[in-house]
């Protein structure tokens, strides 16, 4: 039987629920880690920590802190065009505003993580999970939504909430596995969130030139 991993206003869910018990950081393999090699073996219960770390350090706070110097790309938050509210949307008027859906607030954490947290997660189940893609229910002609998919069906997605606000349950609708990521930044976005990742849960020092650009064959369009 199939399972599916996401959120809700930052809690992870399981197959829609929201997990009774709030899932903490666990000991993971400290010298795996520190030899730049971030697998783990995709349990549910290791994506289950995995994740809400994730949703913890990132999403939760919406933006991570900056990353030092020559880490290449350092930014740990979503592209701008989805945290930038227009101008013209001031105060309650927001809250009643039907395009607020587009954008990322406290009410709606995910907007727009689809993509980053794909990169950084698969980093670590990449041996079972693949990068899976579909046409965005907002913006079909020039947006996709991403998520982690296995060969059983199994599917992480933890910024599927920021559809199902808007009452859209068929996201992943005609959805297609795919090799390579829209541009260089988000396969060196998501390793440099994923190492920090990795740090958080295992409690150890690890270097980034350790780490690999790219595993598994996957590639920057």
Known sequence: MTYLISSREGRLCLDGKRLPVRITRSTFPVDTFASGDLSIAAQKENIQIISQCFLDLYVIPMGGKKLPRGWGYTSQDIEIKYKKIPDEIEGDEYLFNPIRKLFRSRRNLTRGWCLLSCATLHRFFWKEFDLYRSPCPYDEENDYHWWLQNENGDVIDLAEEQYRISRIYEL???GKK?????GASYPVRGRNLALKLAE?????SIKQEDVPKYLKGYKSL
Do not use: L
Request: proline residues 8%; aromatic residues 24%.
């Open 178 to 182: 795919m090799f390579s990521f829209p």
């Open 200 to 204: 958080y849960v295992s409690a150890s």
């Open 172 to 174: 992943r609708k005609d």
